[in-house]
Nanobody
Framework: VQLQASGGGVVQPGGSLRLSCVVSGSIFSINVMAWYRQAPGKQRELVAVATNGANPKYVDSVKGRFTISRDNTKNTVYLQMNSLKAEDTAVYYC???????????????WGQGTLVTVSS
């Protein structure tokens, strides 16, 4: 199973970016898909999580600005980021809890990270 994240870049404060993450490989089901971020000198934090059958959840600092969505037909998760602030600058990682077989265990996989820089 591989996760490929894309969409990072440099944007001015107040701007927008959309991150994408495609999950590929031997997949039976994906229950949880999430985005994390790690800013320089800080610990990795959970930004947003999309669980099948449940409402998305967000860290307080991005509520009202970020939207997580997923396309289960494409095994893809997105993060629409609006009204970006300098403090959103970080490497963003996607994460997925994948079941590879009907009776198999659920395993957590990570993407390689995509850098988002918010700067004027």
């Amino acid at each position: 199973v591989q996760l490929q994240a894309s969409g990072g870049g440099v944007v001015q404060p107040g701007g927008s970016l959309r991150l994408s993450c495609v999950v590929s490989g031997s997949i039976f089901s994906i229950n949880v898909m999430a985005w994390y971020r790690q800013a320089p000198g800080k610990q990795r934090e959970l930004v947003a999580v999309a669980t099948n059958g449940a409402n998305p959840k967000y860290v307080d600092s991005v509520k009202g600005r970020f939207t997580i969505s997923r396309d289960n037909t494409k095994n893809t998760v997105y993060l629409q980021m609006n009204s970006l602030k300098a403090e959103d600058t970080a490497v963003y990682y996607c994460n997925a809890d994948v079941k590879r077989r009907l009776l198999g265990a659920t395993e957590s996989y990570w993407g390689q990270g995509t850098l988002v820089t918010v700067s004027s």
